[in-house]
């Protein structure tokens, strides 16, 4: 049971534009959401989160949007740079729980091209 | 800025021989995570670690692993008896809560079983 899903394994975008990614979930008790950068040879590293109590949260070039009706997160970047390239990946997490584990997506690659 | 440290990199064993990997979170965290990631999988959950204890485990966190924390600043998973299938990346990550805080990762130590 994939409880977090990205769909698209890659995403190319030309520098300057705007990228977007995005991220469902299934599980109701999620009421934690981040987004992860991985790039090759080192460990996840914390890019924006937001509360299911918002909608929306923004953080320079990130901004994260969260539609809980339709359980759909998305990550944009505006504007889009080569640097960005990376893995991102979507996590998830309940409060309710003793552990605040978090249930990564997929991930999707995304390449920015200069 | 304090990160979380990965001790090996690399580790390469024979099957059905016990590894230790090391973790050094960071040292105001009091919540302690190890996962895993197989070559073109997600990442994935084993455990969580509070209080000197075991918070929350996953499926895949069965008798052949263990976790401890040995000393105030280490942290530690042992694989006993290991087995091809538990060859992946293996990440240690910290948190200053349980949730609506980032889990912080080290870089990983990749396992490899021959």
């Known amino acids: 049971d994939q409880q977090v899903k990205q769909n698209s394994p890659s995403l190319s975008v030309q520098e300057g534009r705007i990228s977007i990614l995005n991220c469902d979930y299934t599980n109701s008790m999620f009421d934690y959401f981040l987004w992860y950068k991985k790039y090759p040879a080192e460990g996840p590293t914390f890019l924006i989160s937001i509360s299911s109590i918002k909608d929306k949260n923004e953080d320079g070039r990130f901004t994260v949007f969260l539609n809980k009706s339709a359980k759909h997160l998305s990550l944009h970047i505006v504007p889009s740079q080569p640097g960005d390239s990376a893995v991102y990946f979507c996590?998830?997490?309940?409060?309710?729980?003793?552990?605040?584990?978090?249930?990564f997506g997929d991930g999707t690659t995304l390449t920015v091209k200069p | 800025e304090p990160e979380v440290t990965q001790t090996p990199s690399h580790q390469v064993t024979q099957m059905g021989q016990e590894v230790i990997l090391r973790c050094v979170p960071i040292?105001?965290?009091?919540?302690f995570y190890w996962y895993r990631q197989i070559l073109g999988q997600k990442v994935e959950f084993l455990v969580s670690?509070?209080?000197?204890?075991?918070?929350?485990k996953s499926e895949i966190f069965d008798d052949q692993f263990s976790v401890e924390r040995p000393d105030g600043s280490n942290f530690t998973l042992k694989i006993r008896s290991t087995k091809l299938e538990d060859s992946a990346m293996y990440f240690c990550?910290?948190?200053?809560?349980?949730?609506?805080?980032?889990?912080?990762f080290g870089d990983g130590t990749r396992l490899s079983i021959l």
């Open positions: 040292s105001n965290h009091l919540y």
């Open positions: 670690f509070y209080n000197n204890e075991i918070s929350e």
């Open positions: 996590a998830a997490s309940a409060a309710g729980t003793n552990a605040g584990k978090s249930t």
């Open positions: 990550a910290s948190s200053a809560a349980r949730v609506m805080l980032p889990q912080h």
